[in-house]
């Protein structure tokens, strides 16, 4: 049959339509078709990666950065596997990715060909929904319901399993207009009748108090959210996914709430009256443990967009499933209407004030002498960045440090594994935030351990010309677990000494990218213009302490307001 | 914890028994019993699980499964408005001496006779599940060869609307 589009082509168009500009992936035997068809286009840029893992990494930091789905590829067999943590870290923060993987020809599959892998069973239970296309002539329609359910309702990662024949075979089914699913028809219209009662109960607080998740920034709520709470007078505490969805120099910020959030936040979860929750899923690192504990007195109100979240771990008085933009922007038009009962909140809104700038003061760090601390260098990224920078991270310590010290000030500028808690995804996730924004700043704010879990993809931002930078805090242990293991388990540090460290700055040479061994305060932002400058990749080497603890923090069992480690706060 | 019969129908997709069950275990409830069969609507399945939770947890097993992109419907029905069948085929040990015993309690218990061997006696029975329970109960008096039984299906019961007046 010589007629239609080959399989490979219409997956082309397909992207095109989705108006996908970027791809990241690595090639592998079954792959090839669709790597040959990509090898003359000049409208999707293939960036290839040095692991699988990065690739669905990148395509997970693209689409936070952009808002846009991320699209990732990989071979059969090894190479889907090598995606899976991406997938699932994706999945978890509700983040847009559409993966494709190559699959063993039709006939080969279940005769445990070289390479296969059962992707459809593997991925099912770790992604939004996933599709195995069995024939080409489904192949638009599967790419184009891929996207449509990535990219809608709570949002997440779609696997596309493309069987090498499937790839290669023409057919002249191509699908037009939007996909139909019967049992896919996500309601993101909030209820009136219940916004009407919310918005009644949000006018009558008198210690009104926000809670926003990333559902806001994903919704692209953030500026309604801030009218919001200027109207009502409402602290915005946000969860680690939220940070960003008000500018964290707000007199109404109250930074993040949790495990190791702000002592702060945390106390007036459990002083409001009135808990308005947008976009959090009641994550146990937000909630603490005892969940009976969890504002108490407050009446909870609970906005999301997948009514499966509501009442799954915190009971609330006024569950409403809705898209948090029509959620927030309904809320302001009804309470406007209720103006006439509305209470005087001033003395509260003094009381939040208070408290901003009592944490912003508690948080101000002085330089001492020349010591090198993990809260100095990113007091001095914070200073150095500009205001459309964007900052990733990894996970632990770095992550902890970076989210009670960073200030963010817009949306989609902090970048971090939340659900997943990844190692390894703050650099791979910069790459592909550099990629969708290439005219900001990109900074990685990771620990040694995970970035040696990912370091080989210095080539990929070395070859395809993608200059992030990542900032080290070296500290030769694995430093969150070690924390746990000194507070926690009598100091044996089973398993977090690290040995062997390798030379970050030649490691960075040996690609071609900029290294430089950071060992006094006073040289951090040398150190940061010298790396913006280089113009290429760049890794600094910030030598820190190897015993330093992110604090405070709820011990395990604890309640969200019952912190250790609450030295430096103020407020107790 | 009370027994719950859940009907859901499917669109009839490579992969969405997997995906029921997968969700099943993944949020680590029990499935007592599921049967899938085809449904009035083509290219959709209905399968029929029996578990067991509170209120609670029912629900949040009727928000997991809406949320699968294949689910078109979840009910869940509620025993006293609704019709629950069980199928259940049983192979019982009879000889000439008790032969005409087993006969007679399965005529009892309105089961029919589909096989008989010189040893044994193949019982079939459709039937509410607490009767066919019984009904066991009550052969393992002569000693059970073979059990099969296919699982829950159910239907709800149409409440007619009282005409105006």
């Known amino acids: 049959m010589n007629e239609g589009l080959k399989g490979t082509e219409i997956v082309v168009k397909c992207l095109k339509e989705e108006k996908v500009k970027h791809l990241f992936g690595f090639p592998g035997g079954q792959l090839i078709p669709l790597y040959d068809q990509l090898y003359e286009e000049t409208d999707i840029r293939s960036i290839l990666v040095r692991h699988e893992q990065g690739a669905a990494h990148a395509a997970d930091g693209y689409a936070r950065a952009s808002g846009d789905p991320g699209v990732c590829m990989a071979t059969s067999g090894p190479g889907a596997t090598n995606l899976i943590t991406g997938l ?13 993987t190559a699959q063993v020809p039709t006939k080969a599959i279940g005769t445990d060909a070289f390479q296969e892998a059962d992707t459809f069973g593997i991925t099912m239970p770790i992604t939004k929904h996933n599709f195995l296309v069995k024939s080409t002539d489904t192949l638009s329609w599967t790419i184009k319901g891929a996207f449509k359910i990535a990219n809608t309702g709570r ?11 499937v790839q290669q075979k023409r057919s002249k089914e191509y699908h037009h207009g939007e996909v139909k699913f019967a049992g896919y028809n996500p309601s993101i219209v909030p209820n009136p009748l219940q916004l009407k009662r919310i918005a009644q109960k949000l006018v009558e607080a008198e210690r009104p108090l926000i809670l926003a998740g990333g559902g806001v920034i994903l919704a692209n709520a953030t500026e309604d959210l801030r009218i919001l709470a200027e109207y009502l007078g409402a602290g915005v505490a946000t969860t680690l996914m939220g940070k960003g969805a008000i500018p964290e120099n707000h007199p ?3 930074g993040m709430v949790g495990m190791h959030g702000r002592l702060g936040a945390n106390k007036m979860i459990n002083n409001c009256d009135v808990l308005l929750v947008i976009g959090c899923r009641f994550s146990d690192r937000t909630t603490g443990w005892g969940l009976e504990s969890f504002a108490p007195d ?29 959620v927030i922007r309904d809320l302001i038009k009804f309470i406007k209407k209720y103006e006439d009962v509305k209470k005087d909140t001033n003395i509260w809104r003094k009381r939040v004030n208070q408290l901003h700038s009592m944490c912003e003061e508690c948080e101000t760090v002085k330089p001492n002498g020349s010591k090198l601390t993990p809260e100095i260098i990113i007091k001095t990224i914070n200073n150095f960045l500009d205001d459309n920078a964007i900052v990733t991270t990894e996970v632990g310590q770095n992550q902890m440090f970076a989210a009670h010290y960073y200030i963010t000030k817009k949306p989609r500028q902090f970048i ?21 924004k290439p005219e900001s700043q990109v900074l990685d704010i990771a620990g040694d351990g995970s970035f040696l879990m990912v370091c080989q993809e210095l080539a990929t931002a070395m070859s395809e010309d993608i200059p992030v930078v990542v900032a080290v805090l070296n500290n030769s242990f694995l430093g969150m677990v070690r924390q746990w293991q000194e507070l926690f388990w009598d100091k044996r540090y089973a398993g977090t000494k690290l040995g062997t460290i390798p030379d970050f700055v030649k490691l960075a040479e040996s690609f071609g990218a900029y290294g430089e061994r950071v060992e006094k305060a006073s040289d951090i932002e040398k150190a940061l213009k010298n790396a913006f400058d280089s113009g290429i ?19 395990p069992g604890g309640r969200v307001d019952e912190m250790i480690g609450v030295g430096r706060c103020r407020h107790k | 914890m009370s027994t719950q019969i859940i009907s859901v129908l499917v669109e009839d997709e490579a992969g969405s028994l997997t995906r029921m069950s997968g969700m099943f275990s993944r949020r680590g409830i029990n499935i007592h019993s599921l049967t899938v069969s085809p449904s009035e609507k083509e290219g959709m399945s209905r399968m029929t699980i029996v578990t067991t939770g509170d209120e609670r947890e029912i629900e949040k097993v009727e928000k997991q499964l809406n949320k699968l992109i294949e689910v078109v419907k979840v009910n869940i029905l509620d025993k006293n408005t609704s019709v629950v069948r069980d199928l259940c085929l049983l192979k019982v040990y009879a000889d000439k001496e ?39 109960e009550t052969m393992k008096n002569f000693g059970i060869k073979e059990l099969f039984r296919t699982g829950v299906t159910a239907i709800s019961r149409d409440v007619e609307k009282k005409s105006g007046g």
């Open chain 2, 98 to 136: 008790n032969r005409a015993e087993v006969i007679e309690i399965a005529n009892a218990f309105k089961s029919n006779i589909v096989d008989i061997s010189i040893r044994t006696i193949t019982l079939e029975i459709t039937a509410d599940p607490l009767d066919i329970d019984r009904f066991v």
């Open chain 1, 537 to 555: 990749v760049s890794v600094l080497d910030f030598k820190i302490e190897s015993e330093t603890n992110i604090l405070p923090m709820i011990p």
């Open chain 1, 88 to 100: 699932l870290n994706a999945t978890m923060d509700s983040i847009p990715v559409v993966a494709f």
């Open chain 1, 252 to 254: 109404l910020s109250l």
């Open chain 1, 298 to 326: 407050a009446i909870k109100i609970h906005c999301d967009i997948d009514s499966s979240e509501l009442n799954k771990n915190i009971p609330v008085d006024f569950p409403l499933v809705g898209d948090a933009n029509l």
């Open chain 1, 155 to 165: 949002k997440g990662a779609v696997v596309i399993d493309l069987p090498n024949d």
């Open chain 1, 416 to 436: 971090s594994s939340g659900g997943l808690g990844t190692m390894g995804f703050g650099f791979p996730a910069a790459i592909g935030a550099k990629v969708a």
